[in-house]
Nanobody
Framework: QVELKETGGGLVQPGGSLRLSCVAS????????LGWFRQTPGKEREFVAT???????YYADSVKGRFTISRENAKNTVYLQMNSLKPEDTATYYC???????????????????WGQGTQVAVSS
């Protein structure tokens, strides 16, 4: 049984930083593409960043230069370092995993097979 569990969310002031973690179990972690998505009430889930099995990374334009995705295969963990946070980054952040996603579909949430329960991030003064 595959499980993904996110941690690290919280309340932070604008301009601050947070690091989200997602620990995976029940899969061969090193073979998977790992993604971060976010969602606010009433809106569709939005792509944030992804990292492939070969460490290729891809970011949404809205977070490029501020967020960094990384993975630590020995710990079955993917991270999202978020710097220079803005109020519009407020959302529930979800970790996702897939073993067979193709390059052109990396930002498509429907292509990811496994999802965590999410962790909330609030950016406010």
């Amino acid at each position: 049984q595959v499980e993904l569990k996110e941690t690290g969310g919280g309340l932070v002031q604008p301009g601050g930083s947070l690091r989200l973690s997602c620990v995976a179990s029940g899969l061969t972690f090193s073979r998977y593409t790992l993604g971060w998505f976010r969602q606010t009430p009433g809106k569709e889930r939005e792509f944030v960043a992804t990292i492939r099995y070969n460490s290729y990374t891809y970011y949404a334009d809205s977070v490029k230069g501020r967020f960094t995705i990384s993975r630590e295969n020995a710990k079955n963990t993917v991270y999202l370092q978020m710097n220079s946070l803005k109020p519009e980054d407020t959302a529930t952040y979800y970790c996702a995993a897939d073993a067979q996603i193709i390059q052109s579909q990396l930002r498509n949430s429907q292509q990811y097979d496994y999802w965590g329960q999410g962790t909330q991030v609030a950016v406010s003064s």
